[in-house]
Nanobody, 124 residues
Protein backbone atom coordinates (compact mmCIF):
# COMPACT_ATOMS: atom_id res chain seq x y z
CA UNK A 1 0.00 0.00 0.00
CA UNK A 2 1.46 3.33 -1.06
CA UNK A 3 -0.28 6.32 0.42
CA UNK A 4 -0.35 9.92 -0.65
CA UNK A 5 -1.65 12.81 1.42
CA UNK A 6 -2.76 16.01 -0.25
CA UNK A 7 -4.82 19.12 0.37
CA UNK A 8 -2.51 21.05 2.66
CA UNK A 9 -1.92 24.75 2.30
CA UNK A 10 -2.02 28.11 3.97
CA UNK A 11 -5.21 29.16 5.71
CA UNK A 12 -6.17 31.86 8.19
CA UNK A 13 -7.18 31.01 11.73
CA UNK A 14 -10.81 30.01 11.84
CA UNK A 15 -10.71 28.66 8.32
CA UNK A 16 -11.11 25.16 6.95
CA UNK A 17 -9.18 22.67 4.86
CA UNK A 18 -9.85 19.15 3.69
CA UNK A 19 -7.01 16.71 3.44
CA UNK A 20 -7.18 13.59 1.31
CA UNK A 21 -5.32 10.31 1.60
CA UNK A 22 -5.28 8.06 -1.42
CA UNK A 23 -3.66 4.76 -2.17
CA UNK A 24 -1.78 3.79 -5.27
CA UNK A 25 -1.41 0.14 -6.02
CA UNK A 26 -3.29 -2.08 -3.60
CA UNK A 27 -6.55 -0.84 -2.15
CA UNK A 28 -6.60 0.09 1.50
CA UNK A 29 -10.38 -0.16 1.93
CA UNK A 30 -9.89 -3.08 4.33
CA UNK A 31 -7.38 -1.21 6.48
CA UNK A 32 -8.00 1.19 9.29
CA UNK A 33 -6.53 4.61 8.49
CA UNK A 34 -5.18 7.32 10.70
CA UNK A 35 -3.94 10.86 10.46
CA UNK A 36 -0.97 12.11 12.42
CA UNK A 37 0.76 15.47 12.48
CA UNK A 38 4.20 16.75 13.30
CA UNK A 39 4.95 20.36 14.10
CA UNK A 40 8.48 21.72 13.69
CA UNK A 41 10.72 20.50 16.47
CA UNK A 42 8.01 18.34 18.00
CA UNK A 43 7.16 14.66 17.97
CA UNK A 44 4.54 13.16 15.71
CA UNK A 45 1.10 13.13 17.29
CA UNK A 46 -2.12 11.30 16.64
CA UNK A 47 -4.97 13.30 15.10
CA UNK A 48 -7.75 10.93 14.08
CA UNK A 49 -8.46 7.40 12.92
CA UNK A 50 -11.21 5.47 11.20
CA UNK A 51 -11.68 1.73 11.68
CA UNK A 52 -14.09 -0.86 10.39
CA UNK A 53 -16.02 -3.25 12.62
CA UNK A 54 -19.11 -3.75 10.49
CA UNK A 55 -19.44 0.00 10.54
CA UNK A 56 -17.02 2.91 10.66
CA UNK A 57 -15.59 3.75 14.06
CA UNK A 58 -13.85 7.09 14.43
CA UNK A 59 -11.49 8.26 17.13
CA UNK A 60 -9.97 11.69 17.68
CA UNK A 61 -7.16 13.28 19.58
CA UNK A 62 -8.35 15.61 22.32
CA UNK A 63 -7.00 18.74 20.65
CA UNK A 64 -9.08 18.26 17.50
CA UNK A 65 -12.35 16.84 18.85
CA UNK A 66 -15.32 18.80 17.60
CA UNK A 67 -13.25 20.56 14.92
CA UNK A 68 -11.93 17.76 12.70
CA UNK A 69 -13.86 14.98 11.02
CA UNK A 70 -12.38 11.86 9.47
CA UNK A 71 -14.32 9.96 6.82
CA UNK A 72 -13.70 7.55 3.97
CA UNK A 73 -15.07 6.85 0.53
CA UNK A 74 -14.19 3.27 -0.34
CA UNK A 75 -15.47 3.68 -3.90
CA UNK A 76 -12.73 6.27 -4.38
CA UNK A 77 -10.29 4.51 -2.05
CA UNK A 78 -9.84 7.81 -0.24
CA UNK A 79 -9.85 8.90 3.38
CA UNK A 80 -10.55 12.52 4.21
CA UNK A 81 -9.75 14.77 7.12
CA UNK A 82 -12.06 17.76 7.21
CA UNK A 83 -10.49 20.42 9.40
CA UNK A 84 -12.53 23.37 10.62
CA UNK A 85 -12.01 26.21 13.07
CA UNK A 86 -8.30 25.92 12.43
CA UNK A 87 -5.87 27.43 14.91
CA UNK A 88 -2.23 28.43 14.54
CA UNK A 89 -1.29 25.49 16.75
CA UNK A 90 -2.71 23.16 14.09
CA UNK A 91 0.22 24.11 11.89
CA UNK A 92 2.13 20.94 11.07
CA UNK A 93 2.95 18.38 8.44
CA UNK A 94 0.04 15.98 8.31
CA UNK A 95 0.61 12.30 7.52
CA UNK A 96 -1.85 9.56 6.73
CA UNK A 97 -1.14 5.98 7.62
CA UNK A 98 -2.85 2.66 6.95
CA UNK A 99 -3.15 0.09 9.65
CA UNK A 100 -2.00 -3.49 9.57
CA UNK A 101 -5.63 -4.45 10.21
CA UNK A 102 -9.08 -2.88 9.97
CA UNK A 103 -8.91 -1.55 13.52
CA UNK A 104 -6.53 1.22 14.47
CA UNK A 105 -6.17 3.86 17.12
CA UNK A 106 -3.64 6.34 18.41
CA UNK A 107 -0.71 3.99 18.71
CA UNK A 108 1.78 4.09 15.84
CA UNK A 109 2.50 0.39 16.23
CA UNK A 110 -0.87 -0.39 14.63
CA UNK A 111 0.18 1.21 11.37
CA UNK A 112 2.24 -0.45 8.70
CA UNK A 113 2.09 2.01 5.84
CA UNK A 114 2.83 5.71 5.84
CA UNK A 115 2.43 8.35 3.19
CA UNK A 116 4.46 11.46 2.65
CA UNK A 117 3.12 14.44 4.52
CA UNK A 118 1.25 17.50 3.44
CA UNK A 119 1.96 20.83 5.08
CA UNK A 120 -0.81 22.78 6.77
CA UNK A 121 -0.01 26.31 7.86
CA UNK A 122 -2.53 28.32 9.87
CA UNK A 123 -1.83 32.01 10.15
CA UNK A 124 -3.08 34.12 13.04
Amino acid sequence: VQLQASGGGLVQAGGSLRLSCTSSGRTFSNNGVGWFRQAPGKERKFVASISWRGHNITYYGDSVKGRFTISRDNAKDTVYLQMSSLRPEDTAVYYCAAGKTAVVGAGVQAYGYWGQGTLVTVSS
